[in-house]
């Protein structure tokens, strides 16, 4: 009953740093 939880973390993590970097790579330019 885990594996879902487990999942929906990874995947909320996996888009905060996609967001992270993006929002360094558009304040580098």
Not at 10 to 24: P, Q, R, S, T, Y
């Amino acid at each position: 009953s885990c594996i879902p939880f487990f999942l929906a973390t990874v995947v909320i993590g996996n888009l905060v740093v996609l967001n992270l970097f993006l929002a360094l790579l558009l304040s580098n330019f």
